[in-house]
């Protein structure tokens, strides 16, 4: 049996640019793509925390330092400059491979800074 799990995730991440006239994609900085294990071409699931929406696409690379987080093409319609998105990657695993599965979540402050990492979020309580 195959789950299907999270497996990276760019949480409170702010968009950058939002460009409408662009080859559809996501672009991230090479630097938080490379500490969340996401791969370039992967497809991305991004969820605006400032307006509910929920869109698919793929990231790219964006150059490594500049803490840019670009939506573009049809997507920029869905994400404005300065909303705030958790981006998500997820990916199968086997009922082995879950033995020792965690997912990578950078956590994202402002200027899209990396406040911390963690591979578990912590239990909700009522």
Do not use: W
């Amino acid at each position: 049996m195959q789950s299907i799990m999270l497996k990276a995730k760019l949480h409170r991440a702010r968009v950058t640019h939002s460009v409408l006239d662009y080859e559809g994609s996501c672009a991230i900085d090479g630097d938080l793509l490379d500490l969340a294990g996401i791969h370039e071409y992967e497809q991305i699931q991004i969820y605006n925390v400032t307006n509910g929406e929920r869109f698919t696409t793929y990231a790219i690379r964006a150059e490594n330092g500049s803490r840019m987080i670009s939506v573009n093409g049809a997507a920029a319609h869905k994400a404005a400059e300065g909303d705030i998105v958790i981006i998500c990657a997820y990916a199968q695993y086997s009922a082995a491979e879950l033995l020792n599965y965690k997912p990578r979540m950078v956590y994202c402050g402002e200027g899209n800074v990396v406040t911390h990492t963690t591979n578990a979020i912590p239990v909700q309580v009522a």
